[in-house]
């Protein structure tokens, strides 16, 4: 089974509470559960964290490379504002495919200045708490192809 990071970014800890007409009313323990079961049916194991802190997110990075074979990663409003983590996705030589719950390119116009997405394989937003699902059956097929050289 191939290992796979799921890292959620700041705030997100607060999904089912906060703002739930942008980011719906599931909670991130609710979402890791669904993530731990659709991605055991993609022959994934799926390793969940979250953090509030830039440089936690730029470690369990960095600490990926040397257990996982890619990351699906929320960088919430990071997404917007850090450099250091889209060095750190272009650094860990792993697929990442960066996931939105909300489409931001149609939010305020701050949220359209996206850092981290074009160091990232891929991006996923829009959909929901289903952008993570989304993200990991892509992961899989970017996995599988490896596999089969492309």
């Known amino acids: 089974m191939k290992k796979v990071l799921v890292l959620h970014g700041p705030n997100l800890n607060l999904l089912g509470e906060r703002e739930p007409e942008v980011y719906g009313t599931m909670t991130l323990e609710t979402i890791?559960?669904?993530l731990q079961e659709g991605g055991g049916r993609l022959g994934l194991e799926v390793n969940a964290r979250q953090s509030n802190?830039?440089?936690?997110?730029?470690?369990?990075?960095?600490?990926a490379r040397a257990?996982?074979?890619?990351?699906?990663?929320?960088p919430g409003a990071y997404a917007h504002t850090s450099i250091a983590l889209r060095d750190a996705?272009?650094?860990i030589d792993l697929p990442v495919i960066e996931v939105h719950l909300s489409n931001v390119l149609a939010r305020e116009g701050f949220r359209r200045r996206l850092?981290?997405?074009?160091?990232?394989?891929?991006?996923?937003?829009?959909?929901?708490w289903r952008s993570y699902?989304?993200?990991?059956?892509a992961l899989a097929w970017m996995l599988d192809a490896g596999e089969e050289g492309a």
């Open 89 to 91: 996705v272009a650094a």
């Open 133 to 137: 699902l989304l993200a990991l059956q």
């Open 53 to 63: 802190h830039e440089g936690e997110l730029i470690d369990a990075l960095h600490g």
């Open 115 to 128: 850092l981290i997405a074009p160091a990232c394989a891929g991006q996923v937003t829009g959909f929901g």
């Open 32 to 34: 890791d559960a669904r």
């Open 67 to 74: 257990w996982a074979q890619g990351v699906v990663f929320n």
